[in-house]
């Protein structure tokens, strides 16, 4: 089991940028493909990005695309997600998840096995 710690999240108005950070603890982090995702308010989870280990393929929701990256640094077992250009509706708990590669989707929250705690994003207009 991987222990996911979540930081970064915080108040900021359209237009803006943050930095969220997942530290990663319990297990090696190696092979790990590292997931976020969002849930907004009254909204289910819903699949933001999503980085493999090796290559560090990247994949983004639509409504994401272009505006935020995910990276990670595997020397520090931690994975980012710069978000920019900040919308209302992106306005959400942000989660980070890892999961071993499977055949399951990677947008699929449930094909997920460790989750973090969950980080505020509010993004005011």
């Known amino acids: 089991q991987v222990q996911l710690v979540e930081s970064g999240g915080g108040l900021v108005q359209a237009g803006g940028s943050l930095k969220l950070s997942c530290a990663a603890s319990?297990?090696?982090?190696?092979?790990?493909?590292m997931g976020w995702f969002r849930q907004g308010p009254g909204k289910e989870r819903e699949f933001v990005a999503r980085?493999?280990?090796?290559?560090?393929?990247?994949y983004y929701a639509d409504s994401v695309k272009g505006r935020f990256t995910i990276s990670r640094d595997n020397a520090k077992n931690t994975v980012y997600l710069q978000m920019n250009s900040l919308k209302p509706e992106d306005t959400a708990v942000y989660y980070c998840?890892?999961?071993?590669?499977?055949?399951?989707?990677?947008?699929?929250?449930?094909?997920?096995?460790?989750w973090g705690q969950g980080t505020q994003v509010t993004v005011s207009s």
């Open positions: 319990g297990r090696t982090f190696s092979g790990y493909t």
């Open positions: 998840a890892a999961r071993l590669p499977s055949g399951r989707s990677g947008s699929d929250a449930a094909s997920y096995d460790d």
């Open positions: 980085i493999k280990w090796s290559p560090s393929w990247t």
